[in-house]
């Protein structure tokens, strides 16, 4: 059985490929830039699927995490994209339920105003409850600039939203988890 | 750091709330073996030019050619290689110019810009209707100037684009096309405008022209 028939690896995206997504687009930021780098850490991971496979996740979100370091080194070298249009002449957005809510998503927006290795430092603390050794191990960076990058990151987001928003979202998770 | 520690907690609880609503496409598995499926075809069969093709949806339609610009269609190999400065006014276009159709519409490039990829790849989603805007650096202008930025001036082109390729979600096609032996230095992205911004066009260009291929891709799944 050849790895493109491998059950495991179907399992492993079934599973875990929407986590995994949420995790790239709040690296990213973008919704598109994010399906299209979940996909590529998939397929990466299927061709090295002997290797992958004992710990797959880890290994995706590794290459995740790559992958979005390369893109923020590129797009630091790259033109601004800006809309041509703008205003009533903007194309109207047309997006189901995750392009309706987004005027809700007041964390995630302040989230995408931090600086990129800010930012990542807080999705993989935070959101996917790494530990700090791992996401120092996954940023290519010393233990004590994660716990740097956490006090600022999370001083900005404070900025960015009172405690009361903070304090109210967490009393709506514990509520939804009811 | 414990007050750190519990703000994070509760960033992290609202920011997973927040995007629980976020879902991978399901036929994602399918994309990602018909990419693998794909390359792995293009390395068996030694396909230096030509790479991977199409993934999905709608009609994707791209055509490289070099050559006298025309509108319409053109035809595989009916045009000699280009070859000029690569600098045109804005909004004109050489009659050596290269051009790119994407699904009948036609875009010119100015001749003389090295192509080592061409390449399209879009992701469906946000946009019922919407422009693909392709920018060009270096000068090497399609259209009106839009922005600079690091000190270069980045021109653009709009692409009229069928709304029916925005309808649906996640990923919808890609083609690459690869000429051999010439190093990639430039760039050209395009993005489809509107607030999602989940639809994107890239391409990639090279150093020097000598021949540019014609690659002429349908949709030959999920169309539509």
């Known amino acids: 059985m050849g790895v493109r028939e491998d059950p495991a690896f179907e399992a492993f995206v079934r599973t875990r490929s929407a986590a995994l997504l ?47 370091r390369d893109n923020w080194r590129r797009s630091a070298a790259r033109p601004r994209e800006l809309p041509l249009l703008s205003g009533a002449e903007a194309v109207r957005p047309v997006d189901g339920p995750a392009e309706r809510i987004g005027q809700r998503r007041d964390l995630v927006s302040a989230l995408a105003l931090l600086p990129a290795a800010q930012r990542a430092v807080i999705v993989l603390r935070f959101v996917d409850d790494l530990p700090v050794a791992e996401t120092a191990a996954l940023l290519g960076i010393a233990g004590g600039t994660v716990k740097s990058y956490t006090s600022r990151a999370i001083a900005t987001l404070r900025g960015a939203l009172t405690d009361h928003d903070i304090e109210h979202s967490a009393a709506e998770v514990n509520r939804a988890h009811r | 750091m414990l007050i750190d520690e519990e703000a994070g907690q509760r960033i992290g609880a609202r920011l997973r709330a927040e995007v629980a609503d976020i879902d991978a496409p399901d036929d994602l598995i399918g994309l990602i ?84 990829k061409v390449g399209a790849g879009y992701l469906v989603g946000s946009h019922a209707t919407g422009y693909f805007a392709i920018f060009l650096e270096r000068g090497k202008n399609l259209g009106p100037k839009l922005a600079t930025a690091h000190g270069r001036t980045v021109h653009h082109v709009r692409v009229g684009l069928r709304s029916a390729w925005w309808v649906g979600t996640g990923r919808g096609g890609e083609l690459w096309v690869q000429i051999p032996g010439l190093p990639a230095t430039e760039f050209l992205v395009a993005k489809v405008l509107g607030a999602g911004e989940t639809a994107a066009l890239r391409f990639a260009l090279g150093l020097a022209v000598t021949h540019v291929p014609v690659v002429h891709v349908n949709c030959s799944a999920n169309c539509g």
């Open chain 1, 22 to 68: 949420r995790t790239a687009y709040l690296l990213t930021g973008d919704r598109g830039d994010a399906e299209d780098l979940l996909q590529t850490a998939l397929l990466r991971s299927l061709r090295h699927w002997r290797t992958a496979r004992s710990a797959p996740e880890a290994y995706v979100r590794q290459v995740l995490v790559n992958l979005c």
């Open chain 2, 33 to 116: 073996r018909g990419r693998h499926g794909r390359r792995t075809a293009a390395v068996r069969g030694g396909i230096a030019i030509a790479g991977a093709a199409v993934l999905a949806t709608a009609g994707l339609t791209l055509a490289a050619v070099s050559g006298p610009a025309a509108p319409g269609p053109v035809a595989a190999g009916t045009a000699p290689p280009a070859h000029g400065s690569g600098s045109h006014p804005a909004g004109g276009v050489a009659s050596s110019d290269h051009s790119i159709e994407l699904d009948g519409y036609q875009v010119k490039l100015p001749a003389g810009v090295p192509i080592r």
